[in-house]
């Protein structure tokens, strides 16, 4: 899980449309995880 963020957080030779791509990769993993969260919370409400 960590190792995964690492290799997408490292920089390579083809940044420009890697760093795109990395990029949107992150976004997704945040929606997931916050979306977890959120499951999480509901959970602990209910």
């Known amino acids: ?3 995964l963020l690492v290799k ?4 390579t030779k083809k940044s420009r449309t890697y760093g795109k791509q ?5 976004e ?3 929606e997931l ?3 977890c969260e ?3 919370a ?3 409400l209910s």
Do not use: I
């Open 33 to 35: 995880h916050n979306d």
């Open 42 to 44: 509901r959970a602990s």
């Open 22 to 26: 990395r990029a949107s990769v992150l």
């Open 8 to 11: 997408l957080l490292t920089p």
């Open 38 to 40: 959120l499951k999480q």
């Open 28 to 30: 997704r993993h945040a």
């Open 1 to 3: 899980m960590v190792l």
